[in-house]
């Protein structure tokens, strides 16, 4: 059987693939997951769960794919929805630039093919947020097409069937792998074969103590046979985090509360947040003039900060947040909104019709359930 050095053909001879192509698709009738995404071959289904699933478990997706394709039941639907309405639909998942080129590749659909679906992956790729695996995914999974699909769940499983003990992510990882993937392709019903794949490897072939017992092709595998499933794929490196302290203040005016649309180019962009922004001071009267300078920084207007209302410890990507809540009251001053980045006086009731950030629907919640107290009454400063 195969050991790390061997060339792929040595592990994926002809017989070792029909074997595999046979046990893998016997255990994927008996064992396949009844997913909202599967009950239709509809590119545009197909599509908003494959988009939704990077990086988002299955069981977080299910009720957002549900609610989502409830609201845009097709990609002309989505073409012609408002962007804050699809971000609204979004919030919570993450990852936002995932919505808007959704949005954005619906748009060119319509645009450019009439509102079909392509088949082919060379055009597909030219759509906003489809890339190699995104584009095999749908050809494969909604048109049959066979081209190779390789994602964290197939990553994985190839790397364990062929004992590849090198880093999976590097540039020689991703050819073998993709190399791998295109080998093991049946000549037909490549839909069925892609997502057997990606099923045992997200039920079986587990990133911890893998399931070889209840594999079906545990004998065709030669990390299970060196041994070596366990480290296999090669640990990522341990991400470092950088600490980072910043300040949203609640700035309210005759019962309405300020909010501002992130820009192109932030953390958030396309989003609705309270102002929101690094701190550097430590102590409560600096802390105090930096509210102020940097509230009217961001928006052009004077405020008198007021009160912690609450601290938030949160990550994003490799930082590790901690977000301290002010509330503030206007004192004067005009707000400067640009088509850019629009500001907005809103009663709190209505913060629910706006996509806001994690946090940011954290605070509106804190807004709608605390009775505002004059900032005077309140000792923090
Ligand atoms: S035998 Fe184990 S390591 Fe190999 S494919 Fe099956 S579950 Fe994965």
Known sequence: MAA?????????????????????????VKHQR?????????????????????????????????????????????????????LRLWEGL????????????????????????????????????????????????AFDERVPILEANTTRLFARLINYRED????????????????????????????????????????????CGKCPVASLCAAREAGSQESIPLAERKTKYTDVSEAAVVVRKKGQVLLRQCAEGERWAGLWDFPRFGIDSEGPLIVRDELIAKVHH????????????KTIRHGVTRYRITLDCYQAD?????????????????????LGELPLSTTGRAIAKIVLNTRHRPTALLCRF
């Open 298 to 309: 961001q928006t052009g207007i004077q405020i008198d900060p007021g009160g912690l209302l």
């Open 94 to 141: 993450g990852y936002y630039r995932r919505a808007r080129g959704l949005h954005a590749a619906a748009k060119q659909i319509v645009a450019e093919h009439g509102g079909k679906f392509p088949r082919d992956i060379a055009t597909l790729q030219t759509l906003p947020g489809i890339g190699r695996y995104t584009s095999g995914a749908i050809a494969s999974i």
């Open 34 to 86: 009844d997913l909202p995404w599967r009950r239709s071959s509809d590119p545009y289904r197909v599509w908003v769960s494959e988009v939704m699933l990077q990086q988002t478990q299955v069981a977080t997706v299910k009720p957002y794919f549900q609610r989502f394709v409830k609201a845009f039941p097709s990609v002309r639907k989505l073409a012609s929805a408002d962007e804050q309405q699809v």
């Open 168 to 211: 999976p992510t590097r540039a020689d990882g991703q050819r073998v792998l993709w190399h791998t993937a295109e080998d093991v392709l049946p000549r037909k019903k490549i839909a069925r074969f892609n997502q057997a794949l990606m099923e045992l490897g997200s039920l079986v072939c587990t990133p911890t103590s893998p399931r």
């Open 4 to 28: 790390t050095d061997c060339t792929l053909l040595d592990i994926l001879d002809t017989n070792w693939k029909r074997r595999f192509r046979t046990r893998l698709l016997a255990w994927y």
């Open 330 to 350: 206007y004192t004067g001053g005009r707000l400067r909104s640009t088509k850019a980045r629009p500001l907005r006086w809103l009663p709190p009731p209505a």
